[in-house]
């Protein structure tokens, strides 16, 4: 699975849009982009995922560029509950994959009021 | 609540010992992954079952094994613990590993404290 790259930490005002970006470089065609968070030592929670079209669910929005080399998290109005660690994952997908998540430090958001 | 179970919630124990973590898949889920956290690592991989039978490992210690019974649900055993093993261990679960659009589904963990 491709390695990612985020930044450690990030604020966001309260109501306003937070853009979390992640680089994946080395990308790989069949390999898909997964947000997960983790609010304060609870358990990892799916935000979202993509392959390469933009994706829309009740949560975020995931935005892919078209080289596919990186990509970025918008949550739309950030409430202070958004406060958490964002991880963004790439894995491949398919009957030989195991599905197992390689978690990396992921970004730490600040939703300040 | 994401429909996985952990128990017990927290763990208090010495080193040397043995302890058993149990997880209950969610409803209809087939794959149980065990993942640990501590605050020098972050979140790694252990081990994957799928259907009974063991899909993957990753850094998953000796001293540690895992199981998932019939019934779906995993055990995971930690023996000769150390204080190093102190940590939060997750339970996350899956319809069909590896399928597109299949995310998995992470309990509220388990806090060890080895002393």
């Known amino acids: 699975d491709a390695k990612t790259t985020q930044p450690p930490s990030m604020d966001c005002a309260e109501g306003r849009a937070a853009n979390l970006p992640c680089n994946h470089s080395?990308?790989?065609?069949?390999?898909?982009v997964y947000w997960y968070r983790q609010i304060h030592s609870q358990g990892p929670q799916y935000i979202i995922h993509?392959?390469?079209n933009n994706e829309t669910n009740e949560m975020a929005s995931l935005i892919i560029t078209e080289d596919r080399k990186s990509s970025t998290l918008i949550l739309p109005h950030a409430t202070l509950r958004d406060t958490a660690v964002y991880y963004c994952?790439?894995?491949?997908?398919?009957?030989?994959?195991?599905?197992?998540?390689?978690f990396g430090q992921g970004t730490t958001l600040q939703v300040k009021p | 609540d994401s429909g996985v179970t952990q128990t017990p919630k927290h763990l208090i124990t010495a080193t040397g010992q043995r302890v058993t973590l149990r997880c209950s898949p969610r409803?209809?889920?087939?794959?149980v992954y065990w993942y640990q956290q501590s605050l020098d690592q972050g979140l790694q991989f252990l081990i994957q079952?799928?259907?009974?039978?063991?899909?993957a490992k990753g850094n998953i210690l000796e001293r540690f094994s895992a199981q998932q019974f019939p019934d779906l649900h995993s055990e995971l055993n930690l023996s000769s613990l150390e204080l190093g093993d102190s940590a939060l261990y997750f339970c996350?679960?899956?319809?069909?590993?590896?399928?597109?659009?299949?995310?998995?589904?992470f309990g509220p963990g388990t806090r060890l404290t080895v002393l």
């Open positions: 079952y799928y259907n009974g039978e063991e899909r």
């Open positions: 080395t990308i790989s065609g069949n390999e898909y």
């Open positions: 993509g392959l390469k």
């Open positions: 994952i790439v894995r491949v997908l398919g009957s030989s994959n195991t599905g197992k998540l390689i």
């Open positions: 409803s209809g889920d087939l794959s």
């Open positions: 996350a679960s899956s319809v069909i590993p590896g399928q597109g659009g299949n995310e998995q589904f």
